[in-house]
């Protein structure tokens, strides 16, 4: 069987087909820049707590100690 397609009508298969492409490519980044923004945050909050209870443990030292730092 010999299948005959036009030269305009394969060009807007091939355009159809990269802008879907695109799209999904888009879509990729952006959900991986939302997750990277997510696990960032998640460090920070972690680090936040963290350098709080670090600076809650030293005043307590220091109220015992009666030595201010």
């Known amino acids: 069987m010999i299948c005959f397609i036009n030269n305009e009508s394969l060009r807007q298969k091939l355009q159809n087909v ?11 980044l ?26 809650i443990k030293q005043d307590d030292q220091s109220q015992k100690s009666g030595y201010v730092y």
Do not use: P
């Open 18 to 28: 990269v802008q879907e492409l695109f799209m999904k490519i888009d879509l990729y």
């Open 30 to 55: 952006k959900t991986l820049t939302i997750n990277i923004e997510k696990f960032l945050t998640f460090k920070v909050d972690v680090l936040n707590s963290s350098g709080a209870k670090a600076l």
